[in-house]
């Protein structure tokens, strides 16, 4: 007859969130997609300007291509680039300011 009591099964199941060795996947700010991450390390307009959130095809199987950085130009004059998840907001007030002017042109300001 074995004694089954000595063999204890531990699963790996959160007893609380101090006794983990490494921080959960929102701790990190992760997400299902690398693309929507945000660098901890400072990055220029030009760089973030070549980063790709998406590139791939969608339900339909057309191949769909998403910066993860929409640059744009402020009234200023001066440029910056917007998250496209974080900054979601304000791109969307931007696009709302698009105005045509009398001879059909697009009026961004």
Do not use: C
């Not at 074995?2 to 699963?11: P, S």
């Not at 006794?19 to 030009?46: F, M, Y």
């Amino acid at each position: 007859m074995t004694d089954h009591q000595d063999k204890e099964i531990n699963q790996p199941v959160d007893k609380d969130s101090f006794s983990k060795k490494e921080a959960n996947v929102k701790e990190r700010r992760l997400t299902a997609n690398p693309g929507d991450r945000i660098s901890e390390e400072p990055q220029s307009i030009a760089e973030k300007s070549q980063q790709i959130a998406v590139d791939s095809p969608d339900i339909t199987g057309d191949h769909i291509t998403v910066p993860t950085y929409f640059v744009v130009e402020t009234p200023e004059g001066e440029q910056k680039a917007l998250h496209h998840v974080k900054d979601a907001e304000e791109i969307s007030d931007i696009i709302r300011q698009a105005r045509v002017d009398e001879d059909g042109n697009r009026v961004w300001w």
